[in-house]
């Protein structure tokens, strides 16, 4: 039976092709000539104080529609004012409400590291990242083969660009450890039920080395939430829904880096 990531990656892979037809890749190699440079998000992620990767998000196939954002922009220069270290930006269309577009207008305005948050399954999806300006891109484990997650981690770091790899469980953790990443998520959102969970983070952080950066990443809500996962070992948070939907994300952001650093203060 398909899981409900096995479904959202047909349907990227239905947009993709359509895109690989529209824009050819020897194209998109050359749109990268003119790219705004990488930043490096690794620093800020090193930082003493809890850092967040703060994420433009409509809609999701657990919550459906969640926020307009009819300015992804404004939203992310609200973020960056609230003390993001990074701002992700949904491109998936069709479950997440995404675009390239959004990706465009956020990249023009606001100066922190930039991830395009999709479901990365090609080389090309990579090429199109860093010609639209952003800096890290998502790898899946739980959606690559090992020769495909090299492959495509590889080419992210030929490009200058940062790899935030996901996993979901101590096995994926292994191979992400094994691929030499420096950035790895525990995504906290079992991506065949959709239930969330605090105690994923908890359970697999232990089994990703010092020196790695952890991201604890999805049903993050508070900054009760932000301090549980900073004590558990996270550097960083990834938080959407909660910021999406909330009057004003800059408090809240640096509510929630506040609580999570309070270990780093001591
Ligand atoms: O958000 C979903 O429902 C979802 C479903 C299936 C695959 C991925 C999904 N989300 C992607 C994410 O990783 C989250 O958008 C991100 O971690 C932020 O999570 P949250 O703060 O809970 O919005």
Redesign the pocket.
């Known amino acids: 039976m398909s899981t409900?990531?096995d479904q959202?990656i047909a349907g990227v892979r239905d947009d993709l092709a359509d895109r690989q037809s529209q824009t050819p890749l020897d194209q998109v190699i050359a749109q990268i000539e003119t790219a705004p440079a990488v930043r490096d998000p690794m620093p800020a992620f090193r930082a003493p104080q809890l850092s967040i990767i703060c994420?433009v998000?409509r809609s999701?196939?657990?919550?459906g529609s969640?926020a307009e954002i009819s300015d992804p922009a404004e939203l992310a220069l609200a973020y960056a004012g609230g003390g993001a270290a990074a701002i992700?930006v949904?491109t998936e269309q069709r479950?997440?409400g995404g675009s390239l577009a959004d990706l465009d207008l956020v990249r023009w305005r606001v100066d922190q590291p930039i991830l395009r948050?999709d479901f990365t399954v090609e080389p090309y999806q990579i090429y199109e990242a860093r010609a639209h300006g952003a800096d890290l891109i998502l790898l899946i484990v739980a959606a690559l083969d090992d020769k495909q997650l090299s492959r495509l981690h590889q080419l992210t770091t030929e490009l200058g660009m940062t790899a935030l790899v996901?996993v979901h469980t101590p096995e994926e953790a292994r191979r992400a450890v094994a691929l030499g990443a420096e950035l790895i998520?525990v995504?906290?959102?079992n991506?065949k039920t959709?239930d969330?969970d605090l105690s994923m983070f908890e359970r697999i952080a232990g089994a990703i080395p010092d020196g790695v950066v952890k991201v604890a990443?999805?049903?993050?809500?508070s900054p009760a939430h932000a301090a549980r996962v900073s004590a558990a070992g996270a550097h960083a948070i990834?938080?959407?829904?909660?910021?999406?939907t909330d009057a004003h994300p800059g408090a809240a952001i640096a509510a929630m880096i506040a609580a999570g650093s309070i270990n780093s203060q001591e």
């Open positions: 409900v990531l959202i994420e998000k999701s196939p657990s919550k969640l992700s949904l479950r997440f948050k996901e998520g995504n906290n959102r991506l959709l969330v990443e999805s049903g993050i809500k990834l938080v959407g829904e909660a910021l999406v």
